[in-house]
C-alpha cells in the first residue's frame, strides 16, 4: 500500500504490514516526545515546594494549575496509544493506529496549552502584565505556525519544507 492512503482505507489483516509500519513509527514518535513532557510536568510538580510559591497571587496560581493539570494529560494522552497496544485488541491495527493519532494530537494540544501557561506563570512573576502578554502571544505564534499551520500547509501541497531546498528547485 503505502503513505497515500488514510489509515481508514487500510485493512487490518490485508494491510497488516503497513499498519504495523505506521504504528511502530508512531510509537518511536512518541519515545522521542515523552521523556521532556515527563521533565516539564516534573518541574511543576515541584514549583509549589519553591519558597517564592507563595508569592504568586490567584492568577499566577491558576495558571500553575491549567499547565500542571495540561501537562499531566498530555502525559496521559501519550502514552495511550502504549496502553492500547499492551491492553488493546491486537488484531484491531486500524483502531490501534487511528486512536494512537488522536491522542497523540491530543497531547500536542495539551502540551501547547502547559508550555503557554507555564510562560504566563514565569513571565508575569518576573517582568509584569503587558511583558507576559507579549511573550506568550510569541511562543504561541511558534507553536501555531510550526506545530499546526506549517504541517497543514505541507499535507496540502505533498511537498516537504525539505524538499524546497534541494537544488534544481
Not at 488522536?102 to 509584569?128: D, E, K, Q
Request: hydrophobic share 50%; aromatic share 12%.
Amino acid at each position: 500500500m503505502g503513505d497515500d492512503f488514510d489509515a481508514d482505507r487500510l485493512d487490518d489483516e490485508r494491510d497488516r504490514d503497513e499498519l504495523r509500519r505506521r504504528y511502530y513509527g508512531l510509537m518511536q514518535e512518541l519515545r522521542v516526545m515523552l521523556p521532556g513532557v515527563q521533565l516539564l510536568v516534573g518541574f511543576l510538580l515541584t514549583v509549589p515546594f519553591n519558597q517564592r510559591f507563595a508569592q504568586l497571587d490567584g492568577f499566577g496560581r491558576g495558571l500553575w494549575g491549567v499547565a500542571l493539570v495540561c501537562g499531566l494529560l498530555s502525559v496521559v494522552s501519550f502514552v495511550t496509544p502504549a496502553a492500547m497496544h499492551r491492553f488493546g485488541e491486537r488484531t484491531a491495527r486500524v483502531e490501534r493506529l487511528e486512536t494512537g493519532i488522536i491522542f497523540s494530537r491530543a497531547g500536542l494540544i495539551f502540551l501547547a496549552l502547559t508550555l503557554l501557561a507555564s510562560t504566563g506563570v514565569v513571565t508575569r512573576f518576573i517582568f509584569g502584565t503587558a511583558a507576559t502578554w507579549a511573550m506568550v502571544a510569541i511562543v504561541a505564534l511558534g507553536i501555531f505556525g510550526c506545530w499546526f499551520a506549517w504541517p497543514l500547509a505541507s499535507r496540502r501541497t505533498r511537498s516537504t519544507p525539505a524538499a524546497s531546498l534541494r537544488p534544481g528547485r
